[in-house]
């Protein structure tokens, strides 16, 4: 299990957020970011708020310690690693109920303050950059924001694709999902382009393998624009397909078999295979692994 309660006997009287800094020996930012996430309680499992005067004889914080499962990086320096993730893994925890993510990985590999500089979706295989420290952390969270780097995916989508197309439409969220994950082209969304260009065509299958280059990063950009040119990734169980079938996926009650057939695949076929980015003047240039199976 990625959280842990850990238990601190407590100095009674003293608040809350000065006993975790000065006795449990946390920061101040984890400090308050414990609080505020509600991963603080009193022996009777009371969430404990900012500001508290401790009772009791101890406490116990949610915190989180990641676990293995033998995956490894590909590529490290004292600042960063690269991790090849695999499809169906969840890069973050979304509650402490997750029983692991690739953030397990991470901090079991190179302790708490390592942490992602970006995200992959679930589904998606491939590359994922992480920091080992908060000074890292900082320059490349900034990268991805100001987009400093050039991303590449290979995909293999629906139908025979001959010419690059470039696609530029703006997205948003589709207000007609009933979980709030799924995007959609839209007039009044938020500007997205994406580059898509054609490598091999399957004849028998009727299906192309394309390498995509997003030159925004909104929420599945190249599913929703691939989908919107009417070649949609093969195995995408929320685009391309009847919304009741996206329904049941997201709502985690969707029958594999039932996907594969409705999908073609029995996973999203999309890998993050390419990452290049400058960073104390030497320019990465990094290649996954990983193949789509």
Do not use: W
Not at 1 to 21: A, D, N, T
Not at 55 to 66: R, T, Y
């Amino acid at each position: 299990m990625p959280f842990v309660l850990k238990k601190f006997p407590v100095i009674q009287g003293k608040k809350i957020q000065q006993f975790l800094i000065d006795d449990a020996k946390l920061s101040l930012s984890d400090a308050q970011r414990y609080i505020a996430k509600a991963r603080v309680f009193d022996e009777n499992g009371k969430r404990l708020q900012n500001g508290e005067k401790l009772k009791g004889k101890f406490i116990q914080v949610a915190m989180f310690e990641g676990i293995t499962k033998g995956l490894k990086p590909i590529f490290q320096t004292s600042d960063f690693a690269f991790f090849d993730k695999p499809s169906g893994v969840m890069v973050h925890p979304t509650s402490r109920n997750t029983i692991y993510s690739l953030l397990d990985e991470i901090r079991y590999h190179f302790g708490e303050n390592a942490n992602l500089a970006h995200r992959i979706d679930q589904e998606t295989s491939g590359l994922v950059l992480v920091t080992k420290h908060k000074y890292s952390d900082m320059i490349l969270k900034n990268m991805f924001e100001t987009k400093q780097y050039r991303k590449k995916y290979i995909a293999i989508v629906d139908g025979k694709l001959d010419k690059t197309i470039e696609i530029n439409k703006p997205i948003k969220k589709d207000g007609n999902s009933i979980i709030g994950v799924k995007m959609c082209v839209a007039d009044d969304g938020k500007e997205s382009f994406t580059t898509i260009v054609p490598l091999t065509y399957d004849i028998v299958k009727n299906q192309t393998l394309v390498e995509a280059i997003p030159l925004t990063g909104r929420q599945h950009q190249i599913r929703v624009h691939l989908n919107y040119i009417n070649h949609t990734i093969i195995g995408d169980p929320i685009y391309g397909v009847s919304e009741q079938i996206a329904d049941q996926y997201l709502l985690k009650k969707l029958d594999q078999k039932i996907r594969e057939k409705e999908t073609k695949a029995k996973r999203l076929m999309l890998h993050s295979n390419y990452l290049e980015f400058f960073y104390n003047n030497l320019n990465y240039k990094i290649y996954s692994k990983l193949k789509m199976v």
